[in-house]
């Protein structure tokens, strides 16, 4: 494969394109990840161990869960609404990447809205692919959230304090999660990789949710080296964006914030009045334009190097 061709050509039809900057800011939307991790100490007792709570903790909790149980609940719901529909539109938006690069390459024309719509149309396969793919982890993160969630309830039962054999046995399942979790790390990463050629075979190819999964992993399989060179060539290009992002962004975060941080260094006593809310905010917001700018170029410029690259693997493949 001639690298510098692939890359030459993804810029020159993301640039020729503009509407795919958009689109690749859609295909980002809500993307991230969280981890944490907690260690619990359970001392031994005849009875029940030292409460990590306050003595009226239970209480409390039941006294503002009744206050305001109904609006946790509410912004919850929302929440949780809005960030399906963040999902779906990003599912639809890289669908449409993988199509309008496709068509592009084949000669054809395309706008933010035919390229759109596209995505729109695979969106069914494209949220069955991307469940089954990462069932695994949704798996796993149910059983978390319900033996964490449980531990707890038992926890404010119990008036804030944890039974010895509640607290061993949550203990334990910590543990069997851990060493789940830990076997979890490399399909992770496997699965990271098999991915977005999956799409492309669900989208291109219009293959079903079991059979892209498959055709993920033969075209990997198969192209295992020129793959691993990507991957390489990928982290190089994200080290580059992120250094051009950051020669934006350091000047306009020292200009929102370096008053207030000038200030906690020499001691002085710091204020927020109007002037200084509206400063932050306003550099807030510019940092955020700069970076979403940075992301979606990166996201369509990457997502076209895959799928030319993908192109030139089932090519070599047939």
Known sequence: MDYGQLFRRSWDIVWQNKYLFILGFLAALGAGGVGSGTNYNFPSSSTSTTSPFPPDFAEEVARFWSQYGGLILGLICFFIILGIVFWLIRLAAQGGLIEAVDRIEAGEKMSFGSAFSAGVARIGGLVGLHLLINLPFIIFGLVFGVVGGSFFMTALRQGGEISEATGGTFAILAVCGGLVGCLLVPLGLLVQVIYPFAQRGLVLQRLGVTDSIRHGWRVVRDNVGDVLLLIIAFLVIGFLFGLVTAVFTI?????????????????????????????????????????????????????????LAYQHFVEKQA
Do not use: K
């Open 251 to 307: 000047p306009l975060a020292f200009l929102a914030a370096g008053p207030f941080v000038l200030d906690a260094i020499q001691g002085n006593e710091i204020t927020f009045g109007m002037t200084e809310i509206v400063t932050l905010a306003f550099g807030g917001i510019c940092l955020g334009l700069v970076a979403a700018a940075v992301n979606s170029v990166l996201t369509a410029y990457r997502s076209a190097t895959v799928t």
